[in-house]
């Protein structure tokens, strides 16, 4: 029986967000695309009548990938956004100096999940290498607590490397592989993770504690490879992806 087949990808790889998702997180929209002159802002958004105004802004075409995540009950705006964010950012704001929040949620990115109330915002934008990446965190009227990241890659760049895992989660020995310890080996300045997610018909708790349990045993067998093993739990789709990112 094959085991798990190894696939290389030239692009950057979807979900390649570098970052531990806070526990009990729900996926709410996840996707990638192609992008146009897609704006990134660094400045708050100002209302133009038909679109909006930004002072500042990246324009990119090439990969956008999103993620929004609604977060547990008892979380709160500071605490999701100081987990989620990123270093140094280019721009960062808080409450009304982002501008309204109804046009970060329906002008710029097309969510109405994502429409609270103004003083309850956060956003940050992070320069990447051959692009960049966004996080933009919103309390509702309701006092939902919802995150949204985008990662945007110009299609001239490169940054990192894929390599998506089909596994048999049943295999004592899934991931001691040559080819696969080859491969990290051969790129060791890249920052490699693999990330855990588990879906399907079961309830929520149980598959985030088969992703659990799954994340465990992975990091077991890759003692002594420079890889990190990040629990995404459950996403909706069972998949283990190991990405190599760009320091």
């Not at 085991?3 to 970052?19: G, V």
């Not at 192609?34 to 958004?45: F, G, I, K, Q, T």
Request: overall charge neutral; charged content about 25%; glycine content about 6%.
């Amino acid at each position: 029986m094959k085991l798990f087949s190894l696939m290389a990808l030239l692009a950057t790889p979807a979900w390649a967000f570098n970052l531990d998702l806070p526990p009990r997180a729900q996926v709410v929209e996840r996707s990638s695309s192609a992008v146009e002159d897609y704006r990134v802002p660094l400045s708050a958004l100002q209302d133009s009548g038909r679109d909006i105004r930004v002072d500042r802004v990246e324009v990119l075409s090439g990969t956008r990938e999103r993620l929004t995540l609604k977060m547990p009950r008892d979380s709160d705006v500071d605490s999701v956004f100081t987990q989620l964010k990123q270093t140094q950012p280019a721009f960062e704001c808080e409450a009304r100096a982002c501008g309204r929040s109804n046009l970060w949620a329906n002008n710029l990115y097309g969510i109405r999940q994502l429409y609270g109330r103004d003083r309850f915002q956060r956003y940050q934008a992070v320069a990447l290498p051959g692009g960049w990446q966004t996080l933009y965190v919103i309390e509702r009227g309701n006092q939902e607590i919802y995150a949204h990241l985008e990662r945007v890659v110009d299609a001239q760049a490169s940054v990192g490397v894929a390599l998506a895992l089909s596994v048999d989660p049943k295999s004592p020995g899934l991931l001691d592989q040559p080819a696969l310890r080859a491969r990290v080996q051969a790129q060791p300045e890249l920052d490699w993770v693999l990330q855990v997610e588990t879906g399907g018909d079961q309830p929520v708790g149980e598959l985030n504690r088969r992703a659990e349990a799954l994340s465990a045993r992975l990091s077991q067998l890759l003692q002594g490879l420079p890889i990190r093993v990040r629990n995404l739990g459950a996403t909706g789709r069972e998949a283990v992806t190991l990405t190599g990112f760009q320091p």
